[in-house]
């Protein structure tokens, strides 16, 4: 191995603890609404629904994990796409997971004065108009405190994650003591009937639901300290904590609110869906907007116990639906950041305000859609949406990869999904091509059953796709068929600029800021040389240190000037071939190389200069200290035709 990618981007600090706990707290945090809305068109077959829809999750996150893993950089399936493909699918997959950003946004705030409905005093928050005030209540200062600058806290996520895992173990543990009756949840299946096929298979296309947050995986890959491994095994942890979770809630929930025919608590929005059947829950009815609460109202506690469970779970889904809501918009934020800075969204996404540094507008743009679904007050709708945007993310992802096995076979695969087949010369996983047949049969449900997906997926598909055509034409970015032979392009969007030693002044940042203009991006890479008589493993704590305080402080000035950046700090036993290497990764069309503070070795046109030249994976543009001008010309490299 040549070098190893070992920061890129963010500062990579996360650990598989982080991860975990980050994930959990996305993907977990949906169990406190897609319970009752799942329940409702399964009945009792929602504990079978949620470990089918289980399974597609586990093979998703396996399609997750191999392409984070290669690609640890914000974007997810559509990082995964640009990769695989080109920018326009690229866009179609960001576009496609920006609705389950926006969905997961408004999700999650809807339901936080659901939970809090249990306080006295609180109650009519769980019916409309007050929670859609309260929703929109959520979400207006979670966008005024992360305009001001709200992060994310991994040791709250952390803490909240395992408290909150914790409390779903325990409430499946007091279920299956006190209700648990395998009889019962046998004998209230009538399949066919109850549910209706119809409805068995529009539980199925909604119970994707309960996997929101994948996507935050792939997002805080660029934190890891080591995507390769800790990616991989957070994914692993994740799928067993929430497939464990979900089919024991859904079992205990179903003993104790078990399916009723012609009950109380039968719910006046399924009256159309089962007025022949005639047969519901509690969980899809009364409690359909808060079930963890219904769960904990069934089980036979009683008195100051029964008050004090329910008070609990009370503010603690309320505050784990608060963190998910607000990694909902650092998702979108991160998400909008990389489409603008890939040219697929107009820089405005990627505009900092001006005091605080931080997307604004992305922030109230997509806050302001997030309020208008609130204003929907229907949890259905929110729930089939979400159902079509992700997916058609993640079946987007499957053949990202897929294709990536084809197209590049050679590049290093930290992690590989397992069950491969030799298809003409590639090595395909049979993970990804299941997951991938089977999100996609799901989205084709998602649209043909749910009206919703129809008349606000597909217009939201198709007005981001033309406005970004046309946005792309109004920049004159669209790549045409037909060039001359002797077309030479001499407008650059995207320069790489490789930094060695002491360089905080970031001296070649300005130079290659002025090739690329406002619009560009730079890429500036620390290269750290490893000792042939070293491990690229090996220590050198020190030099790792102090190029990840050159990088942070290239980041400062390159934000303070409005340069567009993302860097990172490769370890390498050959800079010239490692540095072409991610030029070509990167998609770079110039390479500005400054030897000012270049080792002695390469103050001219040393080994790693003379590798650029020869390779010329792009333009390479050369300059050296004390250098006339015309001879700094005379360096540049025009790339092979």
Known sequence: MMARLTEHGLRRSV???????????????????????????????????????????????????????????????????????????????????????????????????????????????????????????????????NIRGLGESAKLNFVLAILDL???????????????SPSLLINQVHLGSVPSWRELIFALSLAMLA????????????????????????????????????????????????????????????????????????LGGFFQNDPVLGIISRLGLHGTVLKLATYYVGILAATILFIATNAGMIGISRLSWSLAEHRQLPSLFSQLHSKFRTPWFTLVFFSCLAGTLILYGNTEVLGNLYSFGAMLS?????????????????????????????????????TAVIGGIGTGAAWVAVVVLHTEARYVGIPWMIIG??????????????????????????????????????????????????????????????????PSQLSLEAGLEEEEAQGRSV??????????????????????????????????????????????????DEQRIGPTAAYLLSKRPCRVIIETQNRPARERERAQAPAPA
């Open 15 to 145: 650990g598989v603890s982080g991860l975990f706990a980050t994930a959990y707290g996305n993907v977990g945090s949906s169990i406190y609404y897609a319970l009752g809305l799942v329940a409702a068109h399964a009945l009792g077959l929602t504990p079978l629904v949620f470990v089918f829809a289980g399974g597609l999750f586990a093979l998703t996150a396996k399609t997750y994990a191999e392409g984070a893993a290669m690609f640890p950089e914000a974007g997810g399936s559509s990082s995964f796409a640009r990769h695989a493909f080109n920018d326009v699918v690229s866009f179609f997959a960001g576009w496609a997971l920006s609705l389950d950003y926006i969905l997961t946004i408004a999700i999650s705030a809807f339901f936080v004065p659901h939970y809090l409905s249990a306080f006295p005093g609180l109650h009519a928050l769980n019916h409309n108009p007050d929670d859609i005030f309260g929703g929109l209540i959520v979400v207006v200062l979670l966008a005024a405190l």
């Open 166 to 180: 914790s409390t779903q173990i325990l409430l499946v543990g007091i279920g299956c003591v006190l209700v648990l």
């Open 211 to 282: 996997y929101t947050g994948i996507e935050t995986v792939a997002n805080m890959a660029e934190e890891s300290r080591d995507p390769g491994r800790e990616v991989p095994k957070a994914v692993n942890l994740v799928v067993l904590a929430v497939l464990g979770v979900y089919a024991g809630i859904s079992v205990v929930a179903l003993s104790a609110l078990p399916i009723v025919h012609h009950a109380a608590g039968y719910s006046p929005a399924l009256k159309e869906t089962f007025k022949h059947a005639g047969y519901a829950t509690g």
């Open 394 to 430: 993640f079946t987007t992802a499957h053949a990202a990869v897929i294709a990536l096995r084809k197209k590049d076979p050679d590049r290093e695969r930290p992690y590989r999904m397992p069950w491969n087949v030799r298809i003409r010369g590639a090595d395909i996983p049979m």
């Open 465 to 530: 796709m033309g406005g970004y055509f046309y946005y792309r034409h109004r920049q004159g970015r669209i790549e045409r068929p037909e060039r001359p032979a002797d077309f030479e392009a001499l407008e650059y969007r995207t320069a790489l600029v490789p930094i060695f030693g002491d360089d905080v002044s970031a001296s070649a940042l300005s130079g290659a800021a002025k090739l690329i203009g406002a619009e560009g991006v730079v890429y500036a890479i620390f290269v750290l040389p490893v």
């Open 551 to 600: 990088l942070e402080s290239a980041r400062i000035k390159a934000r303070r000037a409005g340069i567009k950046i993302h860097t990172g700090l490769i370890r390498t036993r050959n800079p010239g071939a490692s540095l072409v290497e991610e030029a070509e990764r990167v998609g770079s069309d110039v390479i500005y190389w400054s030897t000012i503070h270049a080792p002695a």
